[in-house]
Nanobody, 126 residues
Framework: QVQLVESGGGLVQAGGSLRLSCAAS????????MGWFRRAPGKEREFVSA????????YYSDSVKGRFTISRDNAKNTVYLQMNSLKPEDTAVYYC????WGIGPTRLSPRFFGSWGQGTQVTVSS
């Protein structure tokens, strides 16, 4: 059974940085595109970023573009999300997920992702 475990969340002041990690197991990580999503209180889960199997392509939501960077280490079965210049509106639970269909401009909504981690809380204070 696919296992995804996120870590690295916490409380940070606006303008600060955090690096999220998602450790994957029980599937062939290097064959699987990965994504990060978030859910803020009272809002629906939204796409944040995604990365291809070998890391040569990535996508970002407009709200995080230029501030967040997704990366992966296939030797460590881990995907990362480096978050810089954090804003209070970035406060949310962040989830990593496996892509079921491969990523592309029209395959970034949650329904294209199959397995999910339990999430890690990110809180940005103003």
């Amino acid at each position: 059974q696919v296992q995804l475990v996120e870590s690295g969340g916490g409380l940070v002041q606006a303008g600060g940085s955090l690096r999220l990690s998602c450790a994957a197991s029980e599937f062939i990580f290097s064959d699987t595109a990965m994504g990060w999503f978030r859910r803020a209180p009272g809002k629906e889960r939204e796409f944040v970023s995604a990365i291809s199997r070998n890391g040569d392509s990535a996508y970002y939501s407009d709200s995080v573009k230029g501030r967040f960077t997704i990366s992966r280490d296939n030797a460590k079965n881990t995907v990362y999300l480096q978050m810089n210049s954090l804003k209070p509106e970035d406060t949310a639970v962040y989830y990593c997920a496996t892509s079921s269909w491969g990523i592309g401009p029209t395959r970034l909504s949650p329904r294209f992702f199959g397995s999910w981690g339990q999430g890690t809380q990110v809180t940005v204070s103003s």
